[in-house]
């Protein structure tokens, strides 16, 4: 079974810190995406990755940032951290293939973060 | 323009009947795919069905099948038999090839509270 796992379920944080949250995944998958979750409007796309090193913006970008040093781990970065922060964060993962559509992405648990 | 709309915020059902969940999509894309996730309490995203816009029969898994119909595009959700476990926020998304590349990049409505009564 595909397994994506976060670092922390819970995470709360003050204002202006730098945060990190990581993420694993244990199929040798090429896609690795970041959201963040709130109430009423759904999933937006925060970054993806599609290899090594590389990585694209995806809707929400802006006071985040990603790194993927290793193709299983994609780390999602908030410099300094603010209130609109506080957030539902997601990580999946996917394998492209040939067909569009059948890349389904497999989620991570989640991560909470409250910033105070 | 939103791309996916889920125009149920909250839907109760009673157990053991079956209920559907509404979504509708918009793309200029011919070549597109079609997800639904369901969401429980615990957060993780659990992946349901998939529809691919070629596909000519409808997708089913299961107790879930899904209404596909292209020309309204619509993509709606059937659940068959509800069960207590099916209560849970359900997603639907959508993968367009062209303009989402080929990196899986999906796009998600905002998603359906189920409730399922005993």
């Known amino acids: 079974d595909v397994k994506v796992t976060q670092s922390s379920r819970y995470l709360v944080k003050r204002t202006g810190e730098k945060v990190f949250l990581e993420c694993v995944q244990d199929?040798?998958?090429?896609?690795m995406f970041w959201y963040r979750q709130d109430p009423g409007l759904g999933l937006r796309l925060i970054y993806f990755?599609?290899?090594?090193?590389?990585?694209e913006k995806g809707d929400i970008p802006e006071g985040y940032s990603v790194s993927r040093e290793k193709k299983e781990r994609f780390s999602l970065i908030l410099e300094s951290a603010s209130t609109n922060q506080t957030s539902m964060y997601l990580c999946?993962?996917?394998?492209?293939?040939?067909?569009?559509?059948?890349?389904?992405?497999?989620f991570g648990p989640g991560t909470r973060l409250t910033v105070l | 323009a939103q791309k996916i709309t889920q125009t149920q915020p909250g839907m109760f059902v009673q157990e053991k009947e079956a209920v559907t969940l509404d979504c509708t999509y918009d793309t200029s894309d011919p070549s597109y795919g079609l997800f639904w996730y369901k969401q429980p309490s615990s957060g993780e995203m659990i992946f349901l069905i998939y529809q691919g816009s070629y596909d000519q029969q409808n997708a089913t898994e299961g107790r879930y099948s899904l209404n596909f119909q292209k020309a309204r595009k619509s993509a709606n959700l059937v659940i068959s038999a509800s069960q207590l476990g099916d209560s849970a926020m359900y997603f639907c998304a959508m993968r367009e090839a062209l303009y989402g590349g080929s990196q899986g990049n999906l796009i998600f409505g905002k998603g359906t509270k189920l409730s399922v009564k005993p």
């Open positions: 199929m040798d998958h090429e896609n």
């Open positions: 990755s599609y290899d090594v090193k590389m990585k």
């Open positions: 999946a993962s996917s394998a492209p293939r040939k067909a569009v559509g059948e890349d389904e992405q497999f």
